[in-house]
Structure formats: C-alpha cells, structure tokens
C-alpha cells in the first residue's frame, strides 16, 4: 500500500491514542443513549434508564410507571438491535483491515474475495427455498456460512496458478467469483414468484437491515466476533511485517502462508455470520480502516482496536439515521452506510492517482 502520512496522532504519544479512544466511547455512549430513545416509537430518557437498571438488576429497583410496550420495544427490540449494529460494524472494520493487509490493497474489504456475495446467496437460498427450516432462525447463519466458504473456496482454486497465489490474482478471482453468486441470487429472487414475502425479505435484507436483530443472534456473532479479535491482537507485529511484502516478512521468521491461510479463515467466518444477521452492508470495511489509519497510523496494535471502535460506533450512528430518516418507515441501513460510503471510495480513487494495485 502506499506510504501513509503522518498520523493526526503519533504513536509514540500514547496519551493522544488513548484520547481519541476515550473521545470515540463518548460518542458511542450518546449515539447508545439516542439509539434508544429514537425510533418509529420515541422514548423518555428517564423511563429507558429505570428499564435498563431493572433489567440489569434482575428485579424492579423502580416501579414501573411506564408502559408495557416501553420495556417490550426496548429491550427485546433496540438494545438487541444497538449491541448488534456496533458488532456487525466492528466486525466489517476488522474483515477490512486483514483484506488490506492480505492484498495489499488499499481499496480491498469484506467483499473483495467474494466471501460477501457467497454468503447473500446462501442466505438467500435459505429464505427463498427453506431447506434449513428444521434449524430455525439459525439456517440462514449456517446458510450464509456456507456461501462463504464456498466462495473464499472457488476463489483460491481460481487464482492459484503453479501452486501460488498472488494479490492480484486474488483479487482478480474475488471479482470473478462476486459476479457468479450475484447473478445466481438475482437468479433465485427472479424465478421466485414477484410480489411474495420471500422476495420482499430477500430484497430488504440484501440491501441491509438489523430489523432482525435478537439477543439469541447477538449471543452467537458476539462469541464469534471476540475470538476473531482476540486472534488478530497476537498477530498484529506478524500483519505489520506482511505488510511491508512476503520475502520481507519470511526473511524475518514469519510464516507468510500459515498467517495469509489464517486471515481468510478469520474473515469467511466473520463475514460468512455478520452476513446472516445483518444482510449485506458495504463500505464500512473500506471506509473506517482508512479514517482511523490516518489519524492513530498503521501499526496495528493501535489501529485494530480504534478502528473496531470507530466502526462500531458509525454503524450504531448509521442505523440510527435508518429509522429516524423516513420514520415510520425504515430505511435499510446498506443504503445510509452507501452514502456516506461511496463519496469516500471515490476521494481514495481520485487521491491514489491510478497508484492503487494489488
């Protein structure tokens, strides 16, 4: 990748680091505070704190003096959706980050591989034809999953030539590959009667949506977000020395395929379980890691978790604007995430001057 500027914060400052981590937890805390409060049902402060506490509790420190539709929308349906929206996030930022550094690209995220749009077309599959009914709400995970590996799959088998593997060629095949499961999801939501449910929920969650959000849900991409993470934070003096090339980084005793084979593994689970409960959501995994790198650098001891915690709280902050925009209605967050998304993917174009590559 190319050489990056001087951070906004230097590293060898660590009190700047932990300022801007501290000035990102207050904005998430009041982004948490507005996350409730907002909606298609506007909410009292007052009432959503004494909820919280007495959840939290377990027993009623206040008497409820609310109604019971308050507790019932706020803690079976926002604070799920909330946790949800900073982990899906998160979990984006962190996909970015290693497709980044496996590619060498700044440009590459959770979708550059294909693991993306393999995992929507096992979801969509599972919506549409309901072959994973018996596991319940669990088939479209395990459907998206894998989709994923199916894809991350093909997409090695497409780009090993003599048996390596390049960035480009990676790239190269992750494109190949995103166009064959968008055209077979298309394909499924076409041949499926127009007007039906199915169509309507695959089209809605294919642009992005945490409508479905639930704690049994949370439960499982929240274990898998934290082992993913904990993984990644052993290995981020091996992602720095990858970064500077493979002959550089097996000079210095890393192993440069078992880490590369790690990433993957690491970014088709994460993708293939963010996929399954939030639809698909671009630019995150682009956007933030380039934001926060400018501003903390680029070792990434530093800037996995900033940029996790910059994520999180834009996709808290992007699903906010998704139910307040056209209340009541609501918007599908893939589309808000898009327009802040989008703009930004074309200033890197423009800055790169054509420099970009795998």
Same mark, same amino acid.
């Given at each position: 990748?190319?050489?990056?500027?001087?951070?906004?914060?230097?590293?060898?400052?660590?009190?700047?680091?932990?300022?801007?981590?501290? !000035?990102?937890?207050?904005?998430?805390?009041?982004?948490?505070?507005?996350?409730?409060?907002?909606?298609?049902?506007?909410l009292s402060e007052e009432s959503v704190g004494k909820v919280i506490i007495n959840q939290l509790a377990g027993r009623e420190i206040y008497?409820?003096?609310?109604?019971?539709?308050?507790?019932?929308?706020?803690?079976?349906?926002?604070?799920?959706?909330?946790?949800?929206?900073?982990?899906?996030?998160?979990?984006?930022?962190?996909?970015?980050?290693?497709?980044?550094?496996?590619?060498?690209?700044?440009?590459?995220?959770?979708?550059?591989?294909?693991?993306?749009?393999?995992?929507?077309?096992?979801?969509?599959?599972?919506?549409?034809?309901?072959?994973?009914?018996?596991?319940?709400?669990?088939?479209?995970?395990?459907?998206?999953?894998? %989709?994923?590996?199916?894809?991350?799959?093909?997409?090695?088998?497409?780009?090993?030539?003599?048996?390596?593997?390049?960035?480009t060629q990676l790239v190269l095949a992750g494109i190949a590959v995103s166009a064959l499961f968008s055209a077979i999801t298309n394909f499924?939501?076409?041949?499926?009667?127009?007007?039906?449910?199915?169509?309507?929920?695959?089209?809605?969650?294919?642009? %992005?949506?945490?409508?479905?959000?639930?704690?049994?849900?949370?439960?499982?991409?929240?274990?898998?977000?934290?082992?993913?993470?904990?993984?990644?934070?052993?290995?981020?003096?091996?992602?720095?020395?990858?970064?500077?090339?493979?002959?550089?980084?097996?000079?210095?005793?890393?192993?440069?395929?078992?880490?590369?084979?790690?990433?993957?593994?690491?970014?088709?689970?994460?993708?293939?379980? !963010?996929?399954?409960?939030?639809?698909?959501?671009?630019?995150?995994?682009?956007?933030?890691?380039?934001?926060?790198?400018?501003?903390?650098?680029?070792?990434?001891?530093?800037?996995?978790?900033?940029?996790?915690?910059?994520? %999180?709280?834009?996709?808290?902050?992007?699903?906010?604007?998704?139910?307040?925009?056209?209340?009541?209605?609501?918007?599908?967050?893939?589309?808000?995430?898009?327009?802040?998304?989008?703009p930004f993917f074309l200033y890197l174009i423009r800055k790169s001057n054509g420099k970009i590559g795998g």
């Amino acid at each position: 990748m190319d050489k990056e500027k001087t951070p906004v914060f230097p590293l060898h400052k660590r009190s700047h680091y932990l300022c801007f981590c501290c !000035i990102m937890v207050v904005i998430l805390f009041f982004s948490f505070i507005m996350a409730t409060t907002l909606g298609s049902v506007d909410l009292s402060e007052e009432s959503v704190g004494k909820v919280i506490i007495n959840q939290l509790a377990g027993r009623e420190i206040y008497e409820p003096t609310w109604e019971e539709s308050t507790e019932t929308i706020l803690w079976t349906i926002r604070i799920p959706r909330i946790l949800t929206a900073f982990i899906v996030g998160a979990g984006l930022t962190l996909c970015g980050i290693l497709m980044q550094v496996l590619t060498k690209n700044p440009l590459a995220d959770p979708y550059v591989l294909g693991i993306s749009h393999g995992a929507s077309a096992g979801a969509v599959s599972v919506i549409m034809y309901g072959y994973l009914s018996f596991l319940g709400g669990y088939g479209t995970m395990v459907g998206a999953f894998g %989709g994923a590996v199916l894809s991350i799959v093909m997409a090695l088998k497409i780009a090993t030539i003599r048996n390596k593997v390049t960035a480009t060629q990676l790239v190269l095949a992750g494109i190949a590959v995103s166009a064959l499961f968008s055209a077979i999801t298309n394909f499924m939501i076409y041949h499926t009667k127009t007007g039906s449910d199915k169509v309507k929920t695959a089209t809605y969650w294919m642009m %992005g949506s945490l409508s479905g959000a639930s704690w049994e849900k949370l439960k499982y991409a929240t274990i898998a977000f934290a082992v993913c993470f904990v993984v990644i934070l052993f290995l981020t003096k091996q992602l720095d020395v990858l970064l500077l090339g493979d002959d550089v980084a097996s000079t210095v005793g890393v192993n440069t395929d078992k880490l590369k084979l790690v990433i993957i593994i690491i970014a088709t689970l994460l993708t293939g379980i !963010i996929v399954s409960i939030s639809g698909t959501i671009g630019f995150v995994g682009l956007t933030i890691p380039h934001i926060t790198r400018s501003i903390v650098g680029t070792k990434h001891k530093w800037l996995v978790p900033a940029s996790m915690l910059v994520g %999180g709280t834009f996709l808290v902050i992007a699903d906010i604007l998704s139910r307040v925009v056209v209340a009541p209605e609501e918007l599908p967050i893939g589309v808000v995430s898009a327009f802040f998304g989008a703009p930004f993917f074309l200033y890197l174009i423009r800055k790169s001057n054509g420099k970009i590559g795998g």
